[in-house]
């Protein structure tokens, strides 16, 4: 009776991955952090992972001249800082914030190395979580490499809201800056400004503080359904590269004509 009362992840004498990572226990702890505040930080000793319960946070590195980028969102249901378990222990390699209010688990090295070993049922959580994650990495990538800044956005905005996953999508997304939208999809503020209202004259989204997703942004990524999308997206896309290109290219077809001409 006291085992049970003590080790609450045993049912009737099995392992219950669930259980253990809802409550605290040997080499493990429940935290709560206000939003703002962080997990970890880039540089720290990674000694713990923690699995979030409740809450959005957020993955950010800062380069050596001071620049911060966000690389990732994370929602209930994630762990975050699993490189302490790869090796020997190191550095963090990236800091972990709370976007919102947010209670999480705490696992330390040496237990969530003793629970992968000896529970099959946690470990396969554990790695089927990892799989996911390098998934959605490889998405990212695909994304910033062939997709315009417009449509990385609407992306950003629907994996926020959570479209996609069982049950009812969260159409209202925590408050997040156009700063931070901008350094994820790899563009300024002024231009997420520019497609944020875009898109809500379009009725994609409404915000007043925060921001609701509706469906139909879906057709954005989906289906690049947009109004007049190719004239716009040609205006509003161009980089001073593709300036530069195009400049040249025009400079090219008056020397051909000028050719021609003599």
Known sequence: MERAVLMPELENGKFDAAAFLASAGLGRRIIRLKAKRDFFSQGNQA??????????????VISKNGKEATITL??????????????VVGLRLATATAITACTALKIERAEMIRVMHEE????????????ARNMRTQADLVDQLFNSSEKRLARILLLMAEFGKPGAPETLIPKITQETLAEMIGTTRSRVSFFMNRFRKLGFIEYNGRIQVHKSLLNVVLHDQL????????????????????????TARVSKIEQKEN
């Open 74 to 87: 994370l929602n209930a249901g994630d762990f975050v800082g699993e490189e302490s378990i790869a090796g």
């Open 120 to 131: 099959h049922a946690f470990s396969d959580l554990f790695v089927k979580f990892l799989l």
């Open 47 to 60: 000694d713990s992972v923690f699995y979030l319960q409740k809450g959005r946070a957020k993955l950010t």
């Open 227 to 250: 109004p007049e999308h190719n004239a716009i997206s040609a205006s509003i896309l161009d980089t001073p590269q593709n300036e530069s290109r195009k400049a040249k290219r025009g």
